[in-house]
């Protein structure tokens, strides 16, 4: 649920920057600069430091920080790159509780919030607290003998063949209950915010992030009778993946990839931390699906009829 922020105190800004991205350092740059006429305190990732030249504005030494600890010291988090960067953010910042926004410097960039051209009416909004804070599931995956640390997913799990050419067996429980067991690529297990990533491609439905669902998208099923299964967020999901190789993949947000010895089990639930997003005047879920996934616009109308 959304919650309304009110500004009481200069904020905190931590920035997070993918410096692969071309236009990335330029915005850090146009960034710092506008946050220090407003007042802001802020911070930056660490390895920013390595390209400090390349920013045409002075910072101190003392702003770099790792990422842990910027994710520590600030209010609120600027993740400037794509949906990659906006994720990778997002897995640090819900340790703490942290909000994130987003600003496009990637190709779709769906879950930011901001186009470059919109920095000071962002910095604006956030100043004056015009803004409110959605909480967006994350979800969690526990696997089964295996010593490995809670896997987290704010976009999905993609249970897979890895290097596998053939199918593998997939067998899924819900609260203990057996469901179904079939042969496919792999499973992708998604929240509400990952229903428009890999899970949409594979025919996998729209879920509004408002929605408290969780929704098993089959990849490539051997079978006519296997269709997207849409879920309660309150149960809770086994999947147990077999296969004649030597391992399968767990791919969380497609950023952490594990592999484990088949047959793997492993089960999913929700999270009890949300992911938290910040969100201005600027933009709208709806928008979003319009503008960036063209969901709903008939190219045959060259008026564009998009409601932008």
Known sequence: MAKTKQNKKSIK??????????????IVSLLIKKL??????????????????????????????????????????ISIGGDGTMLATGYQAQFYDKPVFGINVGKLGFLVEAEMSQLDLFIDEIKNGRYTIDERM????????????TLYAINDFVIDKGAWPKMIELTIKVDGDYVTTFGADGLIIATPTGSTGYSVSTGGPIVNPKANVITLCPISPHSLNIRPLVLSSNQEITVTANS?????????DGQRVFAFPP????????????FKLVHTSLNNYFKTLRNKLMWGIDLRNKKGNNGA
């Open 244 to 252: 004649p190789y030597k391992d399968v993949h767990i791919n969380c």
């Open 138 to 149: 994350i979800i969690t995956a526990e696997c089964i003998g295996h010593n490995v640390n």
């Open 263 to 274: 047959p793997i089990t492993v089960k999913i639930k929700k999270s009890k931390k949300p």
């Open 36 to 77: 220090k006429g407003k007042g802001f305190i802020f911070y930056i990732t660490e390895r920013v430091k390595e390209v400090k030249n390349k920013l045409t504005e002075k910072v101190s030494d003392k702003s770099f920080l790792v990422i842990d600890k910027l994710c520590k010291k600030s209010d609120m988090i």
């Open 13 to 26: 800004i931590g920035i997070v920057v993918n410096t692969t991205k071309g236009a990335g350092i330029e």
